[in-house]
Each structure stands twice: as structure tokens, then as C-alpha cells.
């Protein structure tokens, strides 16, 4: 399925407590991207990272951290300090090759409660 | 930063007719506009892309414009089909940098 993972597919957490959100690929890729969607809109961009042991906010990275510490690994931390976690995360990897497909990972829907 | 708006947000069609959706964009530095697939509770899929060096792209029955000069691209889905039903994203950006989408379509072929 693409070789990109995020686990778990659900996730439910409880207000006040940090969350972290796994996305793993074996692309090679050397970006690697998290988005948020929420029920009946785009994707909205959190963080993202072009290269091992660096990363940049996105558009929306209040509440968010994130580390880049392998190539293979890009983990999202949803931290208390998030208003509204609860939504479907997307992870994603381009490569710097002829083609600038972002490339998927399944999802993890988070629920905080 | 980018904005990229798109429209409509739903579009209603018959079978075997086509699909037109709309995207602007605001940056004039974005140079690549790729068009996502998303069906329900799934990973959006990339079903076409353009550069801003091409004015069209096809693959059999979906096609792309870009009007570099307005700022905007379409979506074009001939004989529509009800598997082509799902929301359609666009995004613009740099090729190997940030991507803002678009709130997306919710396109419905009806048999």
C-alpha cells in the first residue's frame, strides 16, 4: 500500500493528554509532510520537513510539535495545547526525483474526548 | 502565502456526462498543480498533476488546464462514471515545497 504507515488508524484520547501520531515510510523520501482534514474540508498543512533534523511550521502548527531524528520517520505530537484535536491526520512523502507526487499514508483519525 | 480556492464544493452529474471543477490560486511563485482523489475514509491519490510550463495535460478520460496569467486551473472528467464519484482536491505549490489544497468537491455520478 504505497509504502508509507501511520498507526493507529484510531485513536482515542482524552482532553489534557498529549498524543502522538506515528508515520513511517520505506519511499527513501527525503520530505515528509502532516496535514489535518477536518468533516467537509481541504487538507490543512501542520508541519513539514525537507531533511533529517529539520523541520518548518505549517499553516495551522499551534498545538502541534513534531521531530525528524531519521529519514524513515517524521511522528506528530497533538499536545494538550491543541483546542480542537479531534480529525482525520494525513501523513505524506515526496521525493526529489522527476515527479513531485505527494504520496499518502492511510490516516489516523483521532477522537479526544 | 498561497490561497487556493476552489469550486464548486458539490457537483451533481448523469453518467457518460462530463465534470468540470475550478481552482484559483494567489501566489504567482506556485508552479505545480496537482489534482487529488479522495474517496470515503481513504488516503487522497494523486489521479493528474501540471507545471506551470504546460498549458494542458491529459490521461484518457481527465484532463488539466492552467491559465498561468489568470491564476487558475480546471479539472476536466469526461464520461463520467460512478466509480469517479469522491472528493476532488486541487492544490498549488512549489514542486518540492508546501502544497495548499483546495476544500474540495464532492463530485456524484449518478447512474
Known amino acids: 500500500d504505497g509504502g508509507i504507515t501511520q498507526s493507529p488508524k484510531y485513536l482515542f484520547r482524552k482532553e489534557g493528554q498529549n498524543v502522538t501520531l506515528s508515520c513511517e515510510q520505506n519511499?527513501?523520501?527525503?520530505?515528509m509532510y502532516w496535514y489535518r482534514q477536518d468533516p467537509g474540508q481541504g487538507l490543512r498543512l501542520i508541519y513539514y520537513?525537507?531533511?533529517?533534523?529539520?523541520?518548518q511550521k505549517g499553516d495551522i502548527a499551534e498545538g502541534y510539535s513534531v521531530s525528524r531524528e531519521k529519514k524513515e520517520s517524521f511522528p506528530l505530537t497533538v499536545t494538550s495545547a491543541q483546542k480542537n484535536p479531534t480529525a482525520f491526520y494525513l501523513c505524506?512523502?515526496?521525493?526529489?526525483?522527476?515527479?513531485?507526487?505527494?504520496?499518502f499514508g492511510p490516516g489516523t483519525r483521532l477522537t479526544v474526548t | 502565502g498561497e490561497n487556493v480556492e476552489q469550486h464548486p464544493s458539490t457537483l451533481s452529474v448523469q453518467e457518460g456526462d462530463s465534470a468540470v471543477i475550478k481552482c484559483t490560486y494567489s501566489?504567482?511563485?506556485?508552479?505545480?498543480f496537482p489534482w487529488y482523489k479522495q474517496e470515503l475514509g481513504k488516503r487522497p491519490q494523486l489521479i493528474i498533476d501540471?507545471?506551470?510550463?504546460?498549458g494542458e495535460k491529459k490521461d484518457q478520460r481527465i484532463a488539466v488546464t492552467l491559465n498561468k496569467t489568470a491564476k487558475h486551473f480546471s479539472l476536466h472528467i469526461t464520461e463520467t462514471q460512478p466509480e469517479d464519484s469522491a472528493v476532488y482536491f486541487c492544490?498549488?505549490?512549489?514542486?518540492?515545497?508546501?502544497?495548499?489544497f483546495g476544500q474540495g468537491t464532492i463530485l456524484t455520478v449518478h447512474p
Open positions: 505524506a512523502s515526496v521525493d526529489r526525483g522527476p515527479s513531485y507526487e505527494q504520496y
Open positions: 519511499l527513501n523520501h527525503d520530505a
Open positions: 520537513s525537507q531533511i533529517v533534523n529539520d523541520f
Open positions: 501566489d504567482s511563485a506556485s508552479n505545480y
Open positions: 501540471i507545471r506551470s510550463n504546460v
Open positions: 492544490a498549488g505549490g512549489t514542486s518540492y515545497g508546501k502544497l495548499t
